[in-house]
């Protein structure tokens, strides 16, 4: 922790009242083990393709099968009663040691459709079975089920109390067994028969089903208590008997105030009646409950007009956003009015939340709408009003988060929590009411503070002579002419030094991945700006080579980082804390409690290193690292006793994204918090190519040679520890392995700038296909370790350097792996890599990584050691990143000195 500064800015602190949020993401997920999996089966804890969703009296219906095409289709009813006692209180503090995830839970008690949890077979009809079950409702005494595929609705009389219990009454067949849709009418219907209900309600002693395939909704002035009871009420058709035209291309579709067209949620207040009639792309609001056939609805929502019909009519609902080439205005492909085969519509007689399906997202209304077209307040499930992340991006990570969900298909609300059937994810999300003091991109790498939009360009196939390779960024074609006997490696490093040539391409900043054969650009412009840089890559006619970018654009740039397992991160915000606290700068075990602050990913306790009303600073758990996504939020015991709770936030996960620790309160690229690293002067050997038996490797020392021949069963890291063994016989050099690669780092053996100049070099024969490369002339740049690198004590070229750095994901070997802890500081071997191997560009040039790992006594903190290029200008701003697979550090600078090249531009 003392690698690092940490700067609090105090606020005044104003309390947020407790609501939901734009982008907010779920508390709780039901039916699943962690945020992101999407474990198909069937069992006491694992959910399906869900659809349907009740509540009530502490018990959570839930419907465990869709008509989307999502699967499981399990075919049965779900009953979670005495939900408090396995669902945790939105305020409750959870115990440290509670699982890998205290807040994916929620156990089954009784099942309906099915003889046990562990089946899920489609049977025959009966009191006892379901045919693709997809709405419910329940008054905590009467129990209704939507057997949809069976025509009919099942009643329970009295809450079922063990498995399997048969159904007590049928409406919509004359028995148990009948399962034709319409009485055999096929598309005539009648007061007694339904086709295909999807959606059910009681409410004041009345049954309201959504009788979908029928095109209307039927109203049971009272609770039927036997078989094919009739309808009393018809909304949507003049009458019980109205033929419904089931090919829609002959069907006459007039959307009126009067007219449904695929209605499959009802839905009541007890004082209104809302309909979600997915046909139209709206939902339907009753004023009143009505009492006369075709009564018309009062307010249409996702329309501007009761006539209107398309879905997401943003012509007619949204803000215009510009002007087209002729002049005309342009609108959004969405916005918060809009609607897209909304699938249920629920009320508490305040506010109106609809499960918005075709756009993935949940819509509030902090009060009932009573004009068309009216906007809502808040959108969960997307970052925002005018995106849908779900179909734009299909990718698991966006797809099955805990800020994300995929064709909600019915709600549930017990006054504080909101339940969100989530059928594609197999699971039922949990939105809970909370304070919004972290934003959604709150969560960020401590390090590295900003994410870049990246990108690239992958290289296969063969090099010829006179190849042309472009790479074009934005306006501004790089173009590379090969020549004879070039390699990828001097291609890649070439166009990486034409792209960063002088002050750089502006729009974007390029680093070579010499192993994947690939160059990797990094927006310069933070967060979402970058993801509008364009890219092209091409080959002259008759090339050989394959020049493949990653996309059109550079992508991924956002206003927070994607966080690794085990990163110390900065949670940003207002009114986090009351005062500020710390953990003891030594402390080898951190709290998990500061000045009343918990803070919960997944709802596992974080470390903390330090609250302050304005910033956070935590470590994620390692034990994350089997997600894509996690949520986050943070719990205050304040000093009058009042507990409150943050509304949750999404954080994406992945296995590394590295971020270097910099000097705060300033703009990046920031100045780095770099050492100089050794108090000798030193340099580097590096061991490639292959091996074969009888070749001699050579490591000179001034007009001292150690040469070594290779024999069977040697490997690089064989023949460089056998020339180990040999330079260290010299009278003025030791030798040393280097962290990284099959490397040897030679020393001078007195400290001081004494050893400067030392004349070292690397050789084999010729024709041999052992290569030793010398990363510089002579041993060089001794400094006293530890020193900062200032303006006063500058980097010399070819000097080696510490970076300190967080987020670069788990290391090997496997001690060093089961010595990562979470809130404990790293006690396993000094000598550990990351599992992705960490690059590094310093000044436009390949910095040569030496180690790379976590520094023991240290939480969450890795020591980078780089060789600089020995060829590097006069800058006091050189600039540096490393970099892992794609993911590029955020740029530091830091000063450095050529005393025999002029000043850098």
Request: hydrophobic letters at 40%; charged letters at 15%; aromatic letters at 6%.
């Amino acid at each position: 922790m003392k690698y690092f500064a940490i700067c609090i800015l105090t606020a005044a602190i104003a309390w947020p009242a407790e609501d939901f949020s734009n982008g907010q993401a779920a508390r709780l997920v039901i039916g699943q083990p962690t945020f992101t999996a999407q474990q198909p089966g069937v069992s006491q804890t694992l959910l399906g393709a869900v659809s349907g969703l009740a509540y009530a009296n502490n018990m959570l219906v839930v419907t465990d099968s869709n008509r989307l095409g999502a699967t499981p289709q399990n075919h049965r009813v779900l009953l979670f009663k005495n939900l408090d006692q396995s669902l945790p209180a939105p305020k409750a503090e959870i115990a440290p040691g509670a699982g890998r995830c205290p807040v994916c839970t929620g156990t089954a008690t009784v099942v309906l459709g099915q003889p046990d949890f562990e089946t899920g077979e489609l049977k025959a009809a009966s009191s006892s079975t379901m045919r693709s079950p997809l709405g419910t409702a329940t008054d905590g005494s009467i129990l209704v089920v939507a057997d949809t595929d069976n025509n009919r609705v099942l009643i329970w009389n009295t809450i079922p109390q063990t498995n399997n219990t048969p159904a007590d009454v049928v409406v919509g067949q004359p028995d148990f067994t009948r399962t034709v849709p319409n009485d055999g009418g096929q598309f005539t219907p009648n007061e007694k028969s339904f086709k295909g209900p999807q959606g059910v309600w009681i409410q004041g002693g009345k049954l309201f089903v959504a009788d979908t395939g029928n095109d209307r909704v039927l109203i049971f002035n009272s609770i039927p208590r036997s078989n094919g009871a009739s309808a009393d009420i018809v909304l949507g058709q003049p009458d019980f008997k109205t033929f419904v035209q089931p090919d829609l291309t002959k069907a006459v579709l007039d959307a009126k105030a009067t007219s449904l067209l695929t209605p499959i949620s009802v839905t009541s207040d007890g004082q209104r009646l809302f309909v979600s009639d997915l046909g139209f792309n709206r939902v339907l609001i009753w004023n009143s409950i009505p009492t006369r056939n075709q009564q018309p609805a009062d307010v249409v929502i996702g329309q501007a007009a009761m006539e209107d019909t398309l879905a997401n009519n943003s012509s007619k609902l949204c803000a215009a956003t510009g002007k087209d080439d002729m002049d005309k205005d342009t609108y959004p492909d969405l916005c918060a009015a809009t609607l897209s085969f909304p699938r249920y519509a629920l009320s508490d007689g305040k506010q109106l939340f609809i499960a918005d399906g075709g756009n993935d997202r949940i819509m509030v209304f902090n009060s009932i709408p009573t004009a068309n077209g009216a906007a809502a307040d808040v959108v969960m499930g997307q970052p925002n009003q005018k995106v849908n992340t779900v179909s734009d991006n299909a990718a698991p990570r966006d797809v099955a988060s805990s800020g994300v969900i995929r064709t909600p298909s019915a709600l549930a609300w017990d006054g504080v929590n909101l339940y969100a059937s989530d059928p594609f994810n197999r699971r039922v999300m949990v939105f809970t009411l909370g304070e919004r003091i972290v934003p959604n991109t709150g969560v960020r790498n401590a390090a590295s503070r900003e994410i870049f939009a990246v990108g690239g360009v992958t290289f296969s196939g063969s090099i010829k002579e006179k190849d042309e390779i472009t790479i074009k960024i934005g306006t501004i074609d790089y173009t590379y002419t090969a020549l004879k006997d070039d390699t990828f490696t001097l291609v890649i490093n070439t166009l990486v030094g034409l792209i960063n040539a002088g002050n750089g391409d502006p729009l974007a900043f390029a680093s070579p991945n010499i192993t994947l054969n690939a160059i990797v650009l990094t927006a310069r412009a933070a967060a979402e700006a970058g993801n509008n840089v364009e890219i092209t890559a091409t080959v002259s006619t008759g090339s050989t080579v394959v020049a493949t970018t990653t996309g059109p654009r550079l992508s991924g740039g956002q206003d927070a980082a994607q966080i690794a397992p085990g990163t110390i991160v900065s949670i940003l915000g207002d009114g986090l804390s009351e005062s500020t606290a710390s953990a003891p700068a030594d402390a080898q075990v951190l709290p998990l409690e500061l000045a009343g602050v918990q803070v919960y990913f997944d709802g596992i306790r974080a470390p903390l290193f330090m609250v302050s009303p304005t910033e956070i600073r935590a470590q994620v758990p390692w034990e994350v690292l089997d997600a894509q996504s996690i949520n986050a939020y943070v719990r205050q015991k304040r000093a009058n006793g009042e507990i409150t709770v943050s509304s949750a936030i999404a954080v994406p996960i992945i296995p590394q994204n590295p971020g270097l620790f910099a000097t705060d309160n300033t703009i990046d690229p920031r100045p780095g918090l770099i050492l100089h690293a050794s108090s000798f002067a030193t340099g580097t050997v590096s061991v490639d190519g292959s091996i074969l038996a009888g070749e001699v490797a050579t490591v000179t020392i001034e007009d001292r040679r150690y040469s070594y021949t290779i024999v069977e069963g040697d490997t690089l890291a064989s023949v460089r520890d056998k020339l180990i063994v040999l330079v260290n016989t010299d009278p003025k050099v030791t030798a040393s392995a280097a962290g990284s690669f099959t490397r040897i780092r030679l020393r001078a053996r007195v400290e001081g700038p004494e050893g400067n100049g030392i004349v070292y070099g690397g050789a084999s024969r010729e024709g041999d296909q052992i290569i030793l490369t010398a990363t510089t002339a002579a041993l060089c740049c001794a400094n006293l370790a530890g020193a900062p690198v200032t303006a006063a004590n500058p980097a010399l070229p070819g000097e080696t350097l510490l970076l300190y750095a967080t987020g670069l994901g788990l290391v090997k070997p496997e001690a060093a792996r089961l010595a990562q802890s979470t809130g404990s500081a790293y006690s396993g071997p000094a000598l550990n890599d990351p599992v992705e191997f960490v690059s590094s560009l310093a000044g436009g040039k390949t910095a040569n990584v030496l180690a790379a790992g976590l520094k023991p006594g240290e939480i969450g903190v890795y020591e980078v050691l780089l060789e600089l290029n020995s060829d590097m200008p006069t800058n006091p701003f050189t600039q540096v990143t490393i970099a892992q697979d794609i993911y590029v550090s955020n740029i530091v600078t830091f000063p450095l000195v050529n005393p025999s090249a002029a000043a850098s531009p």
